[in-house]
């Protein structure tokens, strides 16, 4: 009874955290946070409002690509409250794993007014040398923030989302939880996420048969 007690008081005020991380401006969901070389990732995102969405993706070898929108003149407005679902060319998954280890980031960002794409655009197609960032300095997030405040007034909400790629991911599930929705799969056998990982904070519960684990995935930043 006292073990229930202090679950149940210690459950409250984290759903609250995750209840207020999720109705962040602007979210980004990854279908997996671990992946293999060829795995075909799945990305979705939702914005609190209408607006313009840019969802880029930076490699583990640091390279930069676009993923919505597909090519730089395509419509990029979004609606706000719904879940859009992120495809590549020819209606295909977001993107394909190529990395054979390391990690990488999903980056989207929403702004009230359109983007300006034509900095870094090549004919009808986007100029990969021009998304090359200018000062990465390790940090593939403020990377990002730079690239996107070229691509506008500076005023945007974002959020990014990292994942690893492992030689063989460890992909059984080990513990009975609650979370955060706009997390991918709770459990991946903490491999070990450093750099740009160790900021996620989380919270743990009392413990019974298994753990009971929180992750607060915080909302991101905003550029106002």
Do not use: C
């Not at 149940?8 to 980004?28: D, E, G």
């Not at 929705?181 to 740009?196: N, S």
């Amino acid at each position: 009874m006292k073990h229930a007690t202090l679950a149940a008081l210690l459950l409250v005020p984290m759903a609250v955290v995750a209840a207020a991380a999720q109705n962040a401006p602007i979210r980004v969901r990854l279908s997996e946070n671990v992946y293999v070389s060829g795995d075909r990732a799945r990305v979705n995102v939702k914005t609190d409002k209408d607006g313009y969405l840019v969802v880029l993706r930076v490699d583990a070898g640091g390279t930069v690509r676009v993923l919505y929108p597909v090519d730089p003149g395509n419509d990029a407005r979004v609606r706000g409250g719904k879940e859009i679902e992120v495809r590549s060319r020819g209606g295909r998954e977001a993107f394909t794993v190529s990395e054979k280890a390391g990690a990488g980031l999903v980056f989207a960002a929403r702004a009230d007014t359109p983007f300006n794409f034509a900095p870094f655009m090549a004919g009808q197609h986007w100029d990969f040398d021009a998304l090359v960032p200018a000062d990465a300095n390790g940090d593939p997030e403020a990377a990002m923030v730079s690239l996107v405040d070229r691509m506008g007034d500076g005023h945007f909400d974002y959020d990014a989302l990292p994942y690893k790629v492992d030689s063989a991911a460890y992909r059984r599930p080990g513990y009975a939880a609650i979370y955060d929705p706009w997390y991918p799969t709770l459990y991946r056998g903490f491999l070990g996420y450093g750099g740009f990982y160790s900021s996620w904070p989380w919270l743990y519960g009392p413990g019974f048969r298994a753990t009971i684990a929180v992750p607060i995935r915080p909302f991101r930043g905003r550029r106002r």
